[in-house]
Nanobody, 114 residues
């Protein structure tokens, strides 16, 4: 199975930017669609954005216009560019095949200070 590993999280002030990376252990084209999810403290996983093998994207209303998901099929990597970050974006961010099959990796922590 293709394994996905997240990186790029950190602590930034409101209004700042981060770029998260999701690196695949094998040919990322084996996965039909990949998603970014996030989980805030005490809450369930929330779907943030999706991208298909062909490059079609969807976004949650809460981040539309601020985040961009992209896919580099040659480098076997999916990115999440996050701009105009808000404190409510604070969460652990996960990349996953879409739909998620119930398994999650370590994720990467994103903390936005006010």
């Amino acid at each position: 199975q293709v394994q996905l590993v997240e990186s790029g999280g950190g602590l930034v002030q409101a209004g700042g930017s981060l770029r998260l990376s999701c690196a695949a252990s094998d040919n990322i084209n084996l996965i039909i669609a990949i998603a970014w999810y996030r989980q805030a403290p005490g809450k369930q996983h929330e779907l943030v954005a999706t991208i298909t093998r062909g490059g079609s994207t969807t976004y949650a209303d809460s981040i539309k216009g601020r985040f961009t998901i992209s896919r580099d099929n040659i480098k076997d990597t999916v990115y999440l560019q996050m701009n105009s970050l808000k404190p409510e974006d604070t969460a652990v961010y996960y990349c996953s095949k879409y739909p998620n099959d119930g398994s999650w990796g370590q994720g990467t922590q994103v903390t936005i200070s006010s």
